[in-house]
């Protein structure tokens, strides 16, 4: 009886000690091949983590490194058909947007995140102020590591000529050339994201149906 009792302890011993092997292994791999450690604070310690909480949105830990540029107020044209009415008389149709871009060395191609919406100079701050809501923490935390930001109006809106047309075709075009002048600016380096919530929050998906190549 005893012989079987340590017969058994010793064999669960074993596979107890293979098991925990195996787990430290995958462990270690994972690490290894995410380099988990070195990109992310573990959980438990980021309450340790000196978070500044004091305005109405969040900051990066790390400062960036580049100063900021702008605003720089920018006017695209935009081709409408003639059934658009509007703006298609004059045949002037124009998407206007801010523009803010880090102060990097000559040659340096950056990408871009636009925030594109009807709310600038409509009930909230301009297209070449900070809006509140999501562009001055996209500009002060974005734009000092590197990357463009754009605050858009969307036709009919802020400094946008021609007529609202919510979701319509007027719309979708002007949404389309902003991607477009913004990434193939000299300076961009071709990539394009949108950024939003609620009505802002359509708005990428109106770029995404016509498959820009750099949204």
């Avoid at 017969?7 to 380099?35: C, M, P, Q, R």
Wanted: some cysteine; proline content about 6%.
């Amino acid at each position: 009886m005893e012989k079987s009792v340590f017969a058994g302890l010793t064999v669960l011993i074993l596979l107890l000690s293979s098991v925990s092997l195996y787990l430290s292994s995958e462990s270690d791999d994972f690490n290894n091949s995410t380099n988990f450690s070195s990109r992310l604070v573990p959980v438990w310690e980021r309450v340790n983590q000196p978070f500044n909480t004091t305005g109405s949105y969040s900051y990066t830990l790390e400062k960036g490194q580049y100063d900021i540029i702008g605003p720089e107020s920018v006017f695209i044209d935009v081709e409408l058909p003639s059934s658009e009415l509007g703006c298609t008389i004059t045949d002037d149709c124009k998407v206007h947007l801010g523009l803010w871009v880090p102060n990097v060395p000559n040659g340096t191609k950056i990408p871009v995140i636009a925030d594109v919406g009807p709310y600038y100079d409509d009930g909230d701050v301009d297209a070449l102020t900070p809006a509140n809501r999501l562009g001055k923490f996209l500009i002060e935390n974005m734009v000092p590591h590197g990357y463009a930001v754009a605050q858009v109006s969307v036709f009919g809106t802020g400094m946008s000529n021609h007529c609202m047309d919510f979701m319509g075709l007027s719309e979708q075009e002007g949404i389309n050339a902003a991607v477009t002048w913004l990434g193939t600016q000299e300076w961009s380096n071709g990539n394009v994201g949108i950024v939003g919530k609620s009505y802002d929050g359509t708005t990428p998906w109106q770029a995404a149906m016509f498959g820009n190549p750099h949204l």
